[in-house]
């Protein structure tokens, strides 16, 4: 399933025909009975509930809702955004990604940051614009690099001081303005874990809602150096054989493709 974005665009309750997708933290509303995505009548006498079209999908549109009150509807509640987007396809995945940057964008951009006039929703451009002084808000994007490296047939995964679980990933970081995402690959690949790599190449890219992230996913060499895990993201890194891998990210992440990819050609 394909998801085609539209530009954020403002709708009445009765108008928003589509799936609602509401979010607050890390979670995100859905149906008790099948867990399913709510659509209009579920958020029927829902006071303050704000539609935004956020795009549509083989001829349905999805809404990014923002709720006043946190109160769901008797029949719905909240779940794990992060565990819910990984059984989903990929074009309800991307919708649901593009609905919470919108209600963030939407929640966080009501004033402008230059003049602090209210602002408004410009259905043309998509972005939220002063009427006094004309600055335009877009909705947030953060470029990420992800990287996959081997060496020979071992492949280097590293666990995050923050991953709540054992679990062991590719190298990952946020793009500094002035820099082209290869340049970044090396970066932090050197600040994570002190190795050079090389032969640098983009395999796929993910948007993902955390937070506001594009992320670009590339593959590369080992070149030289020895893992030193830098103690402040890395906690513990390592080479590993396809045959003896440790607790992977789950399906659903461009990391688990990556590195599903790599045990495609290397397991044995
Ligand atoms: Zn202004």
Not at 197 to 208: E, H, L, M, N
Not at 217 to 230: N, V, W
Request: aromatic letters at 10%; glycine letters at 8%; one cysteine or more.
């Amino acid at each position: 399933m394909k998801f085609n974005p539209s530009k954020a665009r403002p709708f009445s309750c009765s108008d928003a025909d589509g799936f609602w997708i509401t979010v607050q933290r890390r979670s995100v509303a859905v149906r008790k009975n099948d867990r399913s995505l709510p659509m209009r009548e579920d958020f029927c006498g829902v006071a303050g509930a704000e539609p935004l079209l956020a795009g549509y999908s083989e001829g349905t549109e999805f809404y990014a809702v923002s709720l006043v009150e946190e109160e769901l509807p008797e029949h719905l509640e909240w779940v794990d955004l992060r565990d819910y987007i990984q059984r989903l396809d990929p074009g309800r995945r991307s919708a649901i990604a593009r609905a919470v940057e919108l209600i963030h964008w939407n929640r966080e951009h009501r004033f402008c940051g230059a003049c602090g006039k209210q602002t408004e929703i410009d259905s043309k451009s998509g972005a939220r614009v002063c009427p006094a002084c004309g600055m335009e808000f877009y909705p947030r994007l953060s470029p990420a690099i992800i990287v996959r490296i081997t060496r020979g047939t071992e492949i280097l995964l590293a666990h995050n001081r923050n991953f709540t679980t054992r679990r062991y990933s590719c190298i990952a970081g946020f793009v500094e303005a002035g820099e082209a995402l290869e340049e970044c690959v090396h970066r932090e690949v050197f600040e994570e874990v002190g190795i050079l790599v090389k032969d640098v190449r983009y395999f796929g890219s993910q948007s993902w809602p955390f937070p506001y992230s594009l992320i670009a996913g590339f593959t590369a060499e080992y070149a030289a150096g020895e893992i030193r895990p830098d103690g402040e993201e890395i906690d513990d890194a390592g080479w590993f054989a396809a045959n003896t891998l440790p607790d992977l990210p789950p399906p659903g992440s461009i990391s688990r493709e990556l590195i599903d990819d790599y045990i495609g050609k290397f397991k044995v």
